[in-house]
């Protein structure tokens, strides 16, 4: 069965600190990765995807993830967080070109500390 | 802001009682899809539909069913809700062939 699995549920860091946040899936073939981030009271907001290329993408707001095929992961990196990153985060997959509905991690609760 | 919208924003219903969800796409949505996410958990795929279709399913039981109407508007119902019911139901629309999906704000389900 497809899953997501994200290591952390919750991660309290001081301003200026790094971030990595892991996610690891199971799929049975080739995939679109996403991560979406949900600030407090705001709806789910793509931070960035992966579909095919180099497997280092960028995102919003200085967020980047890399996909590791051999591992089954897509982690998700900040080198500098902010007061204002602190939200949920959910690691999302889903077939490659399926258009299909997507699988989400539990999610991890970021907490900022100024 | 996705330009996807739903309605209402919180709802207080009963065990046993029957739910309407709306949801309003951007023009040009043709797929919408829509998850159920528990308290602490991430969303779950319900269902999808495609021009009016349902075109895929998750896990869930058929006192779950949908409507999408030619207007880019759907909605989620559900029948006799059970205690269980009670989480944020999230709509996602996409243009034709587009592999990402916008999400509404949600609408917070509480069953009582």
């Known amino acids: 069965a497809q899953s997501v699995s994200q290591h952390n549920h919750h991660v309290i860091l001081s301003e200026a600190a790094s971030l990595e946040l892991g996610c690891n899936y199971s799929?049975?073939?080739?995939?679109?990765l996403f991560w979406y981030v949900q600030y407090p009271g705001q709806h789910l907001q793509l931070l960035l995807k992966y579909f095919s290329g180099d497997p280092l993408v960028k995102g919003i707001k200085g967020f980047e993830a890399e996909f590791i095929k051999s591992k089954f992961s897509f982690n998700l990196r900040k080198p500098s967080v902010q007061w204002s990153d602190t939200a949920e985060y959910f690691c999302a997959v889903n077939a490659y070109r399926s258009q299909g509905n997507l699988i989400f991690g539990k999610g991890t609760k970021l907490s900022v500390k100024p | 802001e996705t330009g996807v919208t739903q309605s209402p924003t919180h709802l207080i219903k009963t065990r046993g009682q029957q739910v309407t969800l709306r949801c309003s796409s951007q023009s040009g949505h043709n797929t919408v899809s829509w998850y159920q996410q528990a308290l602490g958990q991430g969303p779950q795929f319900i269902f999808q539909?495609?021009?009016?279709?349902?075109?895929g399913r998750g896990n869930f039981p058929p006192r779950f069913s949908g409507l999408q109407f030619p207007n880019y508007s759907s909605e989620l119902n559900v029948n006799a809700l059970e205690l269980d019911d009670s989480a944020l139901y999230l709509c996602?629309?996409?243009?034709?062939?587009?592999?990402?999906?916008?999400f509404g704000p949600g609408t917070r389900l509480t069953v009582l």
């Open positions: 799929y049975g073939g080739t995939v679109n």
């Open positions: 996602a629309s996409r243009p034709d062939r587009a592999d990402t999906q916008y």
């Open positions: 539909y495609y021009r009016e279709e349902e075109n």
